[in-house]
């Protein structure tokens, strides 16, 4: 097939590029890098670096050639900043994906996996979360992800775009050959910062409330290989490829870490004491995310390769080594 990665110069859309290509697909990637990396994108396929906003150049490009499917990656994540800057998330998650929608439409393109996110659900009201749970969102970011599932399942309705809605608990992880993984600046995710803090790149992890109710206080989240969140991708192409109807699936572990435990296993892992600074809570974190992916192993056959969190830190640990002090040099210049 012939796919467009948009986002593909992020931390997920880069480890997809490279699945795609290594499945025998031709791939573009798009990107405007704002938050992705041009060394990021996979060689093999071709690069577009241009933005969502550009209505005319997103035209020439669904006019230049035909696509089999498109993946959406291309989103801001950051719950913090979308409090205080919903403006930025709701213009390019939400209207900026409807120009991608609205390409598509216009070009007769009917595949779209979407990037959507466990924070759809909001604070959970039973764990772990399937797919039927209530959506009340508590934060502008995902708002804008449940949002653009309604427009998906809307347009749909009347211009027949079929979709797979992902959606993402802790992605987490590198991958398994080291040539790609996580990187955000500014950083933001627990288990590159505890990272970042074994190799020496920072001094402490701060841990971000401590008195939760759960076993030890501390938050507790369902952490996921990128290379899985990936495998899951494809199955969801394919499905689609097949003929088969739109579909939302929740993709986890079903199993949960405490923050504590995150720690305590990246110093086993890293073979580094990390230390640890205690801070109030942060603001719009649920004590406990559990993916319940029942649907995503039934109907899609998905099968995490790499559920242990000991061999996502390893996977991650191994791209810190590798990336350490070259990034470390290129955030100070
Ligand atoms: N966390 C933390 N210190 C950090 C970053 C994250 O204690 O420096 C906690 C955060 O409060 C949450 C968990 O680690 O309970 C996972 O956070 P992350 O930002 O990695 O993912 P999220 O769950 O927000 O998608």
Same mark, same amino acid.
């Given at each position: 097939?012939?796919?467009?990665?948009?986002?593909?110069?992020?931390?997920?859309?880069?480890?997809?590029?490279?699945?795609? %290509?290594?499945?025998?697909?031709?791939?573009?990637?798009?990107?405007?890098?704002?938050?992705?990396?041009?060394?990021?994108?996979?060689?093999? /396929?071709?690069?577009?670096?241009?933005?969502?906003?550009? @209505?005319?150049?997103?035209?020439?490009?669904?006019? *230049?050639?035909?696509?089999?499917?498109? %993946?959406?990656?291309?989103?801001?994540?950051?719950?913090?900043?979308?409090?205080?800057?919903?403006?930025?998330?709701?213009? !390019? !998650?939400?209207?900026?994906?409807? !120009?991608?929608?609205? *390409?598509?439409?216009?070009? /007769?393109?009917?595949?779209?996996?979407?990037?959507?996110?466990?924070?759809? #659900?909001?604070?959970?009201?039973?764990?772990?979360?399937?797919?039927?749970?209530?959506?009340?969102?508590?934060?502008?970011?995902? @708002?804008?992800?449940?949002?653009?599932?309604?427009?998906? =399942?809307?347009?749909?309705?009347?211009?027949?775009?079929?979709?797979?809605?992902? @959606?993402? #608990?802790? &992605?987490?992880?590198?991958?398994?050959?080291?040539?790609?993984?996580?990187?955000?600046?500014?950083?933001?995710?627990?288990?590159?910062?505890?990272?970042?803090?074994?190799?020496? $790149?920072?001094?402490?992890?701060?841990? #971000?409330?401590?008195?939760?109710?759960?076993?030890?206080?501390?938050?507790?989240?369902?952490?996921?290989?990128?290379?899985?969140?990936?495998?899951?991708?494809?199955? =969801?192409?394919?499905?689609?490829?097949?003929?088969?109807?739109? @579909?939302?699936?929740?993709?986890? !572990?079903?199993?949960?870490?405490?923050?504590?435990?995150?720690?305590?296993?990246?110093?086993?892992?890293?073979?580094?004491?990390?230390?640890?600074?205690?801070?109030?809570?942060? *603001?719009?974190?649920? =004590? $406990?995310?559990? &993916?319940?992916?029942?649907?995503? $192993?039934?109907?899609?056959?998905?099968?995490?390769?790499?559920?242990?969190?000991?061999?996502?830190? $390893?996977?991650?640990?191994?791209?810190?080594?590798?990336?350490?002090?070259?990034?470390?040099?290129?955030?100070?210049?």
């Amino acid at each position: 097939m012939r796919i467009l990665v948009v986002g593909g110069a992020g931390y997920i859309g880069s480890h997809m590029t490279k699945m795609l %290509l290594e499945a025998g697909h031709r791939v573009v990637v798009m990107d405007n890098l704002s938050t992705g990396f041009r060394e990021a994108v996979v060689p093999g /396929g071709e690069f577009v670096e241009t933005d969502l906003a550009d @209505r005319a150049r997103l035209e020439a490009l669904f006019r *230049a050639q035909r696509f089999d499917g498109v %993946l959406h990656f291309a989103s801001f994540i950051q719950v913090g900043e979308s409090m205080t800057q919903p403006a930025k998330y709701y213009r !390019n !998650n939400v209207v900026h994906t409807v !120009n991608l929608l609205d *390409a598509m439409v216009q070009h /007769g393109v009917t595949r779209f996996i979407f990037s959507s996110s466990a924070a759809i #659900f909001g604070e959970p009201q039973y764990v772990p979360v399937d797919e039927e749970h209530p959506k009340l969102p508590t934060n502008p970011y995902g @708002r804008s992800k449940w949002m653009v599932e309604q427009v998906l =399942a809307d347009y749909e309705r009347a211009y027949g775009l079929r979709h797979s809605c992902l @959606r993402y #608990f802790n &992605a987490a992880g590198a991958d398994p050959d080291a040539a790609l993984g996580e990187r955000h600046e500014p950083e933001t995710h627990l288990i590159p910062l505890v990272l970042q803090a074994a190799s020496g $790149r920072r001094p402490a992890i701060t841990v #971000f409330g401590t008195d939760y109710d759960t076993p030890d206080g501390t938050c507790v989240r369902d952490y996921v290989h990128v290379t899985d969140l990936c495998q899951a991708h494809l199955l =969801a192409l394919e499905r689609l490829a097949r003929g088969a109807e739109s @579909r939302a699936y929740n993709l986890g !572990n079903g199993s949960g870490f405490s923050v504590k435990q995150v720690i305590d296993a990246a110093g086993e892992v890293t073979g580094s004491r990390v230390a640890v600074v205690k801070a109030p809570r942060r *603001a719009g974190d649920p =004590a $406990r995310l559990v &993916a319940d992916s029942t649907r995503a $192993r039934k109907e899609l056959g998905w099968r995490p390769r790499h559920a242990e969190l000991e061999t996502i830190i $390893r996977h991650a640990w191994a791209w810190e080594i590798k990336t350490a002090t070259r990034f470390a040099r290129a955030a100070a210049l």
